[in-house]
């Protein structure tokens, strides 16, 4: 297992480039299985997620190759229509493939995923969407099935705003038969981007941006190219470890306009930051301000930018919170940022900081992909030698972050055990 070792405390300086988004290209792949035939997607990041997809694809039957930012996926010869545990547990977006399967091709089987680090994360949604559509779900040793003849248009509200299940619903309901509505769907830059990419294929998408899409199923939809949207949460995180560290540091190929609330925080922090259609200027302050942040469905502060941002706050000048709205137990980075130094008392879903002049190097674990990122910033303001242990949950959601930050003047490096 890789572990990360930094010595802090450094300034970053220089410029960085951002790479696809996983969240978007993980539905992407999915969404293959809609057609068949030669999908291409482009600006894919190197990362383990992707890989696991890759994976489950592969499973599937699916030929998949990789080479230079570039995935094709040719589904024209499907063997089999199960995802098995051993990929699922390790990747919960593995439940992206349930809707497109059941869709065009009657059936899917799908590992139920199981808990993860940070609360019971359910997937109820998901299956509700697939029902109103006419799908038949069972469950069988461990495993969803899911099975129709052919889905059939309906109204889907949801009770609460969900990525996932509104990206399941509408992967799904592109092949139903009718009309589809969806009502309280997810906002986020990652829904826009599948449903941009569905429409390319020839899908009947309408509302794109909106709380209520419409749908207007069709016999088939064609194998799609597709190049997909900078990763908003990559930029944000350097964005607040330029923050914490003072930095001085260009964030290039981004999409500014997906990281308003981000962006706003750290104004609010002390940050100078500029912006243009696709680079962020950050220049850190001295010392960082106090912010009270809450977590909120895009447009607002996104969760999975909560725990970069309390590692921001670490040194702020006086009392900080932050408080998670979507998932409140999403906090397995603070016993591990207190290693540090930090001081963060925990009230239910809201963290009280209370800024430090400086945190301290030492053996820290990570535990999920943001948390990981947070001990990153940690260890990049801390005076002396931070061992982060667990990186590949990192490498999970980050391209090559060690290089991206040693090219900004970090001392970082990554060690094999
Ligand atoms: C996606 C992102 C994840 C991000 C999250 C919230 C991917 C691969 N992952 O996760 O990085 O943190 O959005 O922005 O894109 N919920 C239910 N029932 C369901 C589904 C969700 O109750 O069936 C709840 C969740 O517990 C949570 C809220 O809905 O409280 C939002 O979760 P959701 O938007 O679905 O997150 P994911 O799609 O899993």
Known sequence: MDKFVINGPCTLRGAVEISGAKNAV???????????????????????????????????????????????????????????????????????????????????????????????????????ALERLGAKITFEHGYINAAARRLKGAEVV??????????????????????????????????????????????????????????????????????VMPDRIEAGTFAAAAAATAGRVRITKCAPAHLGAVLDALKVCGAKIDIDEDNIDVQGPDRVEPVHVVTREYPGFPTDMQAQMMAVLCRAKGTSTVKDTIYPDRFTHVPELRRLAANIRLDGNLAVINGVRGLEGAPVMATDIRASSALIIGALMAKGRTEILRVYHIDRGYETIEKKLRKLGADIQRVSD
């Open 26 to 128: 993980l539905p992407l792949m999915a969404a293959a299985l809609l057609t068949r035939g030669k999908s291409v997607i482009e600006n894919v990041p190197n990362l383990r997620d992707v890989s696991t997809m890759m994976r489950l694809l592969g499973i599937l039957g699916a030929e998949v190759e990789f080479e230079k930012g570039v995935i094709t996926i040719d589904t024209t010869r499907l063997t089999s229509f199960e995802a098995p545990y051993d990929l699922v547990r390790t990747m919960r977006a593995s439940i992206y493939v349930l809707g497109p399967l059941v869709a065009a091709h009657r059936e899917a089987r799908v590992s139920m995923p199981g808990g993860c680090a940070w609360g019971p994360r359910p997937i109820d949604l998901h299956l509700m």
């Open 158 to 227: 949801f009770p609460i705003s969900s990525v996932g299940a509104t990206a399941q619903a509408l992967m799904a309901s592109v092949l139903a038969k009718g009309v589809t509505v969806l009502k309280n769907s997810a906002l986020e830059p990652e829904i826009v981007e599948l449903a941009k990419a569905l429409r390319s294929a020839g899908a009947e998408i309408e509302g794109l941006g909106s709380s209520t899409m419409t749908v207007t199923g069709v016999e088939t939809i064609d194998p799609f190219r597709y190049r």
